[in-house]
Nanobody, 121 residues
């Protein structure tokens, strides 16, 4: 069993900042990719940012230069620092990991339950 505990969402004014955290626990041998996705009402879930175990990062064009993804491999935790937030950044933010439960298992994906981000004055 794997658990992902997300935190840090909330209400912020346009131009403000939030920091999301997602801590993984359970039967995890290794985590390759960790990332954040978001879903606004009436829209499909979209990639926000991902980071590999080696520290490579990938961002959606809409958040590049405003958001920063980072991870602490020892804590199995991924963070998303969100600055200069815009109303269009609002939505439910989901944590995602690609992991192996044992050294020889297949890579599996797991999603968190999501944390709400509201950007409004």
């Amino acid at each position: 069993q794997v658990q992902l505990v997300e935190s840090g969402g909330g209400l912020v004014q346009p131009g403000g900042s939030l920091r999301l955290s997602c801590a993984a626990s359970g039967t995890i041998f290794s985590i390759n990719l960790m990332g954040w996705y978001r879903q606004a009402p009436g829209k499909e879930r979209e990639l926000v940012a991902t980071t590999t175990s080696g520290g490579n990062t990938n961002y959606a064009d809409s958040v590049r230069d405003r958001f920063t993804i980072s991870r602490d491999n020892a804590k199995k935790t991924v963070y998303l620092q969100m600055n200069s937030l815009k109303p269009e950044d609002a939505g439910v933010y989901y944590c995602n990991i690609d992991y192996k439960s044992t050294w020889n298992s297949r890579i599996a994906a797991y999603w968190g339950r999501g944390t709400q981000v509201t950007v409004s004055s």
